[in-house]
């Protein structure tokens, strides 16, 4: 689906080698950058295939050092029109599609929102609990 577009490309890694500078003569250091990725929410569906997305990030303020919210909103290309305003997606560089759509809009798996407590077998108390109440309704 939106994998086969012509906009998303393979998971690209860009592998540079640098030279470090001390007594080693030859060291050198490998560092590597991967494809940028951010999850957004979609605030806006007004253009054809063009969703607005707001990515929220915490940074440290330049002065009081203390972490606050930054708010940046993206345009991502939605080739179906599927996403409605208030959907979680995902953005994926790709390459530049007009002056502002550089993202490509691709949707997440909704998040699964059971407690742990669901996730663990009953206890034992809990079971005879649930035989007791069967076995008097009936």
């Known amino acids: ?10 998971l690209k890694l860009r592998v540079q080698v640098q030279p470090v500078s001390g ?12 494809l940028k990725q951010m999850t957004g929410r979609v605030v806006t569906t007004k ?4 969703v607005g997305v707001e990515v929220v990030r915490l940074a440290p ?4 050092k203390r972490r606050e919210r930054i708010k940046k ?4 290309h939605d080739p179906d029109n599927q996403f409605k305003v208030g ?3 995902e953005l ?3 390459r530049p599609i007009s002056k502002t759509k550089h993202f490509l809009a691709v949707p997440l798996p909704p998040r699964d929102t ?12 809990q079971v005879d609990d649930d035989e007791a109440q069967q076995t008097s309704s009936e």
């Open 1 to 10: 689906m939106l994998l086969t577009s012509p906009f998303v490309s393979p």
């Open 23 to 34: 007594g080693n003569g030859g060291a050198s250091a490998l560092r590597i950058e991967a």
């Open 47 to 50: 253009a054809n295939k063009t």
């Open 61 to 64: 303020h330049p002065k009081y």
């Open 73 to 76: 909103k993206y345009q991502a």
């Open 87 to 89: 959907d979680i997606v």
């Open 92 to 94: 994926r560089r790709s």
């Open 114 to 125: 059971r407690r742990k407590s669901q996730l663990l077998p009953p206890l034992q108390s």
